[in-house]
């Protein structure tokens, strides 16, 4: 098993927050939300989408992305 950790950036955009994923922008994954809260649901969905796409797609996962061998666990305050 290896697990993925993948940079968000999340700002606010008039009234709604923008979310992107900088390793994973030259596929799409950016979006936006009613709330941070929202927005940040939404980049994982994203982020979750494209990956399984690279992976079906036989694609390699970006380089600037932390790999770990081991499962982890995060928190994010």
Request: aromatic fraction near 8%; proline fraction near 8%.
């Amino acid at each position: 098993m290896k697990t993925y950790v993948f940079k968000v950036v999340i700002e606010p955009d008039g009234d709604a927050w923008f979310a992107s994923c900088p390793a994973l922008e030259q596929y799409g994954a950016a979006t936006w939300g009613a709330t941070q809260k929202e927005a940040l649901k939404h980049i994982d969905e994203v982020v979750h989408m494209v990956i399984k796409e690279l992976v079906e797609d036989g694609e390699p996962i970006p380089e600037d992305v932390q790999v770990s061998p081991q499962p982890l666990v995060s928190i994010t305050r």
